[in-house]
């Protein structure tokens, strides 16, 4: 079991910037690959941002690529989603998950975080 806390979120203008973050307990969360997702309102969750247990290998949605970086730091226990130039279409429900395969879709991940919130006004 690995449990999963995320922080960060909250209210910020377009173009401004967020760090998410995400903290692991519980089982051996290094040997885990790490995924963001997000989900808006009367939408369904979709695929942010994912990177290999070993950090060597990230990958992102279009919508993301180029603003939102993933990383993940395991002597800390901590993954990370640094959003820059932010969008309103980016307002969202964020949430981590941990998973033994590298995935794009929600079913490829194990554990999850309970969300947290992110608002970009325009």
């Known amino acids: 079991q690995v449990q999963l806390v995320e922080s960060g979120g909250g209210l910020v203008q377009a173009g401004g910037s967020l760090r998410l973050s995400c903290a692991a307990s519980?089982?051996?969360?290094?040997?885990?690959?790490i995924g963001w997702f997000r989900q808006a309102p009367g939408k369904e969750r979709e695929f942010v941002a994912t990177?290999?247990?070993?950090?060597?290998?990230?990958y992102y949605a279009d919508s993301v690529k180029g603003r939102f970086t993933i990383s993940r730091d395991n002597a800390k226990n901590t993954m990370y989603l640094q959003m820059n130039s932010l969008k309103p279409e980016d307002t969202a429900v964020y949430y981590c998950?941990?998973?033994?395969?590298?995935?794009?879709?929600?079913?490829?991940?194990?554990?999850w975080g309970q969300g947290t919130q992110v608002t970009v006004s325009s």
């Open positions: 998950a941990v998973g033994k395969w590298v995935g794009t879709t929600p079913n490829f991940y194990n554990y």
């Open positions: 519980g089982r051996t969360y290094s040997n885990y690959n």
């Open positions: 990177i290999t247990w070993s950090g060597g290998n990230t």
